[in-house]
């Protein structure tokens, strides 16, 4: 076992902090910040009733981060677990739910599920991201099947109102044969706008097998038609081809999968600035994924193939100054199958359809009081019909500004296409959509000036009709019922531009009711915390860490859940800005040479150092 934090670990960490010297206090006020995924429209943070963390753009920028994965692991209630090698697929847990439990969405369309229910957001780059905003808790109301834990909803850059044409080019290279490029561009021409971005990504890797070549390229593209009506357009494609030895155990070195995705959605927005916004949306997506050189069963050489169609009416009615009403409607069809190479034969081929109707409600009752309340029905062509629905109530004291809030919702997941198909151990007459109540009621204090904020938060989910993966083969097995409930707590102090800091601390029980044993992969302790450090106006700094205590899983040569190991990772960046185009970066990625595995079996990377440039035109 590792200590849960040595003396030289925490020496880290109070030498960072030791050097800082007090300035002019910079006031924030994250509370006003506007975000639109707790509601689908945009709404003062803090007026949502839900907790909801936003990832901006100069975070992404300061932490250097990536890929999605590496931005996630800084928000409360979020578990993330990777086979330790970039590219492959990452389990992400929203307050002790599945992966397939989270929605996935690009400016506010869906991403739509794999075979096993869950995404690639492993294979999401930032270049182009403006910020991402995640929501904890039941979403069913608004965003249907698979929003039982939250929803993710990562929203790109926009070229409207830059008058003059931006672009950017960087290459970094580093540790593991490690080489990366990208170029985007974003800017408005008359009536057209658009933000372009494609990048490219090779690493050789630490173990065997396990490289990886990746591209992504993504394309937003609007025209204002008039001041009323606007027409975008998004576009994105990638290709991800990784190695995957597996476990240590079974270290095989012809493992390969290669996966590509493209979609393009266009969106139509009539809004006449005063009383009454429309929008629709369509989306068609493609996925295939190829795996090749498997010999070790259950481990089969197939090709999935995947196409998702969604449409999205929506209308928002602003009645009154003080209350507005939400409504729409959506359809999406989905065809998934799979051809077994190894068995010359087409062993999964699944179709459904989901049509959804939802209502919202948001209204200040009172100065300061917001009630939010939704309802939502959903009709599947595989599964019962579901009705879902959700009550939020915030308030802000005047006098000290501290904001209460209180959530209820409930939601569901349906069975993915690989818990239903007899392939894998699915039974389609067993297995039922996965329920759920979920509760929260926090408190958010600002002070010194709204420099300071604290907040805690604490929330329940009562399960029933869900399921565990064990080994060897993985197979569904349901549980019947479950329950989650932790705390989240957060400190965010921004006492000058110089200088943020970020701490949050979840703690987390979630517990399997029907056999009385604790759910794996799920850590009653996750610590996340960020320092910036601004010493000179063209340097920064910035040092994370992730701490994460408590932990239970599955080991390859046992079919009984351990304890693992805890662990804590360091991130160091910096970023010097030589002139006003030129800029060079580095970072650090396992800091201190942690040797863990988020997945028992599959070892992290061990310190790496990357440096490159970044030149804007």
Known sequence: MYLPLSRGRASVLLFALSGLQAAEPASTNELAETVVTATKTETERWHTASSVTVISR??????????????LRQVPGLTLATPGIPGTVTTVMSRGTTTKDTALLIDGRPVPNNLAGSFNLESMALDNVERIE??????????????????????????????????????????????????????????????????????QGQRQNTQLQQNNAAGRFGITLSEALRFDLDTRYFTTGIGTPRDTGTNDPNDHVFSEFWSISPRLVYDDGHRWRHSLTYSHTQFRQVATGFTTPPQVNNRVSARTDWLEYQST??????????????????????????????DIDENQTNLALFLQSQAEVLPGL?????????????????????????????ITQTVLHVNYGTAFTPPSPQDITPVFGGNPALLQPERSRGWEIGIEQPML???????????????????????????????????????????????????????????????????????????????????????????SLSLGANWVLGREDFYPTSFAPEDVEDYLALRLSANWRLSKRFELFARIENLLGEKYAEIPGFPAMSTGAYAGFKLRF
């Not at 100069?58 to 931005?71: C, K, N, S, W």
């Not at 790109?156 to 490690?178: F, I, L, N, W």
């Not at 602003?318 to 010359?344: C, F, H, M, P, V």
């Not at 939010?372 to 595989?382: A, C, E, M, N």
């Open 370 to 398: 917001h009630l939010t309340g939704g309802l939502r029905f959903d009709s599947y062509s595989d599964f019962e019909d579901l009705l879902t629905w959700r009550g939020g109530i915030s308030y802000r004291v005047p």
């Open 58 to 71: 100069q975070q992404i920028e300061d932490g250097q981060f990536r890929l999605l994965p590496e931005a």
């Open 134 to 203: 995640v929501l904890r808790g039941p979403a069913a109301s608004l965003y249907g099947g698979r929003s039982l834990g939250g929803v993710i909803n990562i929203i790109t850059r926009s070229g409207k109102g830059v008058e003059t044409p931006q672009g950017t080019v960087y290459a970094e290279t580093g540790s593991y044969g490690t080489f990366r490029e990208g170029l985007s561009t974003l800017g408005s021409a008359g009536m057209l706008d658009w933000s372009l971005e494609g990048s490219r990504a090779d690493m």
């Open 317 to 346: 009615l602003r009645l009154t100054e003080k209350w507005s009403l939400t409504a729409g409607a959506w359809l999406q069809d989905q065809t998934i199958s799979r051809y077994n190479d190894t068995a010359g034969r087409l």
């Open 449 to 539: 000036k709204n420099t300071l904020h604290l907040a805690i938060t604490g929330f329940r989910n009562d399960l029933r009709d869900t399921y565990q993966y064990p080994p060897p083969f993985f197979i569904p097995q349901a549980i019947g019922e479950a329950t989650t409930y932790g705390i989240e707590s957060s400190l965010a102090w921004t006492p000058c531009r110089e200088f943020a800091f970020h701490l949050s601390h979840t703690w987390l029980h979630a517990y399997d009711d029907t056999n009385m044993a604790r759910l794996v992969r799920r850590p009653q302790h996750t610590i996340a915390a960020n320092m910036t450090l601004q010493p000179h106006r063209d340097v």
